[in-house]
């Protein structure tokens, strides 16, 4: 049976058309997979579904009635339930009080054959109600703890029950695995799997194809705002979405010839560097390793392990407490950011929107930013107009950058687009040593087979990467030497020719070889 | 920004400019009422006689000198994200050194004094702006705060100097000594206010504005006002640009007080600024000129136009001076409620209303 039907949904935002005659059908108790390229329209029909959105033409049918959400509220009266990208929760709450957060259940008092409602939250009442729905679930988390001290994946778990507490029977998830570990998202196929035992109908966006293959029953790719294709999973495979999705042939895997670097020369070397976070914690705790000449060194590493402060140092925001960085063994250690530009190194900053671009600026503008004293296109303090708009054009058709007008704003662009800007004007600079952080996040799949081809043509020339992404295979496929980063610390290398998915993955959950054996 | 777009945001920002002006005379013509007057024909007054002749035309453009100035001044802090809220003490320190030593040089030939004071303020204009620009790019003390209570320690202080160790024995009231005729810019036109001095503030501000749109420095304190991260990740030294931006901003303010002084006041008394104060209305011209370089002047001119039309109202009407403080007080009232405010434009799938969506996420549920 269907649960839910789109007939001709289209979605306008003034002239542009993001969602145009979806027929969508979602089945009782299917897994369906919705893939795209990022700026497809996947979030924008997610959106409509879920109430977020008003379609401008079309219609919704909920198990064959016509529907109209006027907000959440009504999409979760209908039982339509979404769990963000981003989780809502309150961390110094614990799990049953996060799951009642707003629907609180007050103690009753009866007098005579009236009941009142006090003020004070019946908590036993509270914790046996999820309790209950966890156990049906098999969720394995404690209703008791603190949401603060749970995982990424035990949190996500969190904001599914605050759904299926709402008696929601189709969930839709928004890009559910961005944030986990490879043997969290294992973890997180398995709740999935007894979601749907339950007779739960899930319908979850990605871009990770392996995802689709994995768990899903069904899949839609859509494109441009269009449904390319409905497909059965069962009659498809990882390259033929791979075309759909970009409508043309990708490269899955990245050619990528290894060598061996050890008698290379150290270029640059990161020796016992410390720093502390703005609440007094060792965030960089006493970290060392070095990068030669033409190789890429990967750093791994569950989200919020000290690499984000770790970028920061590399680059010249941030200050070491103790420590010191050498490049081409002059001492660097400190330097400001243009300094650390001036000696040819480049970076690709985490934060695309707050390092990397400056979102109320032109597309020119930010082409030349961070090298807007370069002697080809300023003199004497002052910029070329002419030659910053001659710049952007040049780097914008060797890049292929999609701009619609090159004096636009910088948020005009889709994501991948705005990261290709960043990306053209940092490899352009010609620099020995590129530091790349999470370089493709968010972007589709065009842009990332592009970033990645760019990032070995560099290596081909001999200049030297350091690539900080949490995205595994991205590590894995494009790395010399992989660096694990667990709470601070850096705890283990792998090569990256021989490294294995579970070895990594187990690093990045912070569990050592020699843990591993003596836990058996 | 394509053509469209800009012709948009050009629309919104004028309509933000006119209706609270609008406003503000609307709810001031009910002022002139309360004043036994005709609204109509007190405004009338207030614009022909600034606006329809020679000589207002030439008045309005002395007034507008200092006034270019002050916003301009207000502006370009605006522009790196800071706020300058210390013209008006700037403005006034300026003012008083350069009577004090307009006075004291006063055997200088006119062309050696004229710059020589020009300078001078600019300079004085400097140092008081070096107190917050520190705080603020060594402590990242808040420099709205500094700026703004230091106004009131430095009137307090000139007020000091000028009762006490600066008064002119032989004037009447409260008063420096006259700066020398040698220190006050000659006059364009023989039969008109209009100084040279006007010419400098034209000239500074084509400056400034060439320097904000087309220079690396203006490129980088755009960047910094509008992204400090940004700024701070491609190397724009950030503590570098707010020095240099909070000192300039300072240094326009006191070209703006050298300027009043030498042009119009030629002697500090404590009323130098007027009510409201240059300074002060630098502020309201800045809001009123969207902080944009042509808004600037446009806005600059129209409030020279109100202040020397308002005293023209006092002359020829029975309705107070004060006016113009009604309405300059109505106008940035109005002008702070952004009546008809440009919808924001909408983000690809994006809730229209994303507050609304973290109220709905916790609500509904078990019936």
């Known amino acids: ?520 | 920004m394509d053509r469209k777009e800009k012709l948009n945001s050009l629309k919104y920002s004028i309509i933000n400019s006119i209706i609270p002006i609008l406003i503000a005379f609307g709810i001031g013509a009910i002022a002139i009422i309360l004043a036994k007057e005709n609204p109509l024909s007190a405004y009338g007054t207030l614009f022909y006689r600034s606006l329809f002749n020679i000589k207002g035309i030439f008045n309005t453009l002395h007034f507008a000198g200092p006034l270019i100035l002050t916003g301009l001044a207000i502006a370009i802090s605006f522009k790196a994200g800071l706020f300058n809220m210390g013209i008006e003490g700037q403005l006034l320190s300026a003012g008083f050194v350069v009577a004090v030593m307009g006075n004291v040089w006063g055997e200088l030939p006119k062309t050696v004094l004229v710059p020589l004071l020009l300078v001078v303020g600019v300079l004085v204009g400097v140092i008081v702006a070096i107190i917050p620009t520190m705080l603020k790019a060594f402590y990242n003390v808040n420099e709205m705060v500094v700026t703004l209570l230091l106004n009131y320690a430095i009137i307090h202080i000139l007020q000091y100097l000028t009762e006490n160790t600066f008064r002119d024995p032989s004037s009447g009231y409260v008063s420096t000594p006259r700066i020398s005729s040698n220190a006050i810019p000659s006059r364009i036109f023989e039969d008109y206010r209009l100084t040279t001095f006007f010419i400098v503030a034209i000239v500074v501000y084509v400056i400034f504005y060439f320097i904000m749109k087309r220079s690396k420095l203006g490129f980088e304190i755009t960047a910094l006002g509008q992204n400090r991260n940004f700024a701070e990740a491609t190397g724009m030294r950030i503590q570098k640009k707010i020095i240099i931006i909070m000192l300039a901003s300072g240094a326009l303010a006191g070209l703006a007080g050298a300027g009043w002084m030498m042009s119009e006041k030629y002697a500090y008394t404590l009323s130098f600024s007027g009510i409201p104060g240059l300074g002060w209305d630098g502020m309201l011209i800045a809001l009123l000129g969207s902080h944009s370089p042509i808004g600037i002047l446009i806005a600059a001119v129209f409030y020279a136009v109100v202040k020397t039309g308002s005293s023209n109202i006092a002359i020829f009407t029975s309705v107070p001076y004060e006016i113009v403080i009604l309405l300059q007080a109505l106008i940035v009232l109005f002008l702070s409620l952004k009546v008809f405010v440009k919808p924001k434009e909408l983000k690809l799938g994006e809730p229209s209303v994303p507050k609304k969506r973290f109220k709905n996420l916790f609500k509904g549920g078990k019936e």
């Open chain 1, 1 to 520: 049976m269907e649960v839910i039907k789109t007939v001709d949904l289209t979605k306008k935002f003034g002239s542009f058309t993001a969602n145009k005659n979806i027929n969508i059908s979602v089945l009782e108790g299917e897994i369906k997979a919705i893939v795209g390229e990022n700026g497809a329209g996947k979030s924008t029909l997610m959106n409509m579904l879920y109430g977020l959105l008003k379609p401008t033409s079309g219609e919704i049918y909920l198990r064959g009635r016509l529907i109209h959400f006027n907000s959440p509220d009504d999409a979760i009266l209908n039982g339509i339930g979404m769990v963000h990208q981003h989780f809502k929760l309150v961390p110094s709450l614990t799990v049953y009080e996060n799951v009642l957060l707003g629907v609180e259940i007050n103690k009753e008092v009866s007098i005579g054959n009236k009941k009142f409602k006090t003020f004070k939250v019946d908590q036993k009442q509270e914790l046996k109600l999820v309790n209950d729905l966890i156990e049906k679930y098999k969720f394995n988390i404690n209703a008791n703890a603190y949401v603060k001290d749970l995982s990424i994946g035990a949190k996500q778990k969190v904001e599914i029950l605050k759904m299926l507490y709402r008696n929601v029977n189709i969930l839709i998830f928004d890009e559910p695995t961005a944030v986990l570990t490879p043997q969290e998202i294992e973890m997180f196929y398995e709740t999935l799997r007894e979601l749907k035992a339950c007779g739960t109908s899930i319908i979850f966006i990605t871009h990770k194809l392996g995802e689709v293959m994995d768990i899903a029953d069904s899949v839609t790719v859509i494109k441009s705002g269009e449904v390319i294709d409905n497909l059965l999973v069962k009659d498809t495979n990882n390259k033929h979405l791979a075309q759909l999705m970009v409508g043309r042939d990708v490269l899955m895997h990245v050619e990528k010839k290894y060598k061996d670097y050890s008698n290379a020369s150290v270029i640059y070397e990161v020796n016992n560097i410390k720093t502390k976070n703005k609440w007094g914690l060792n965030c960089v705790d006493d970290v060392s390793f070095n990068i030669r000449q033409g190789e890429i060194v990967g750093i791994a590493g569950v989200e919020g392990n000290g690499q984000s402060e770790l970028v920061d140092i590399i680059s010249g925001i941030l200050k070491v407490t103790d420590g010191c960085i050498k490049f081409n063994g002059n001492d660097i250690t400190n330097f400001w950011p243009d300094k650390l530009r001036k000696n040819k190194i480049a970076f690709i900053p985490e934060d695309r929107y707050e390092q990397g671009l400056c979102k109320e600026m032109t597309i020119s503008e930010n082409m030349i930013a961070g090298y807007h004293d370069s002697p080809d296109i300023s003199k004497y303090g002052f910029i070329s107009m002419k030659k910053r708009l001659q710049k952007s054009i040049d780097l914008i058709n060797k890049y292929d950058v999609r701009v619609s007008k090159i004096e636009g704003l910088i948020s005009s662009l889709s994501g991948g687009n705005a990261q290709k800007v960043i990306i053209a004007r940092e490899f352009s600079s010609d620099p020995d040593l590129i530091i790349a952080s999470q370089p493709t996040r968010g972007v589709d799949i065009g842009a990332i087979e592009f970033i990645h081809k760019s990032i070995l043509d560099l290596q081909e020339k001999g200049k030297s990467v350091l690539l900080i992404s949490s995205e595994l295979s991205e590590i894995m496929s494009l790395s010399d030497r992989i660096l694990v980063m667990y709470k601070g610390k850096i705890i283990g290398e792998v090569m990256g020719k021989n490294a294995t998915r579970e070895e990594v993955g187990y690093l990045m959950m912070g569990i050592t070889h020699s843990e591993e054996n003596t836990n058996g």
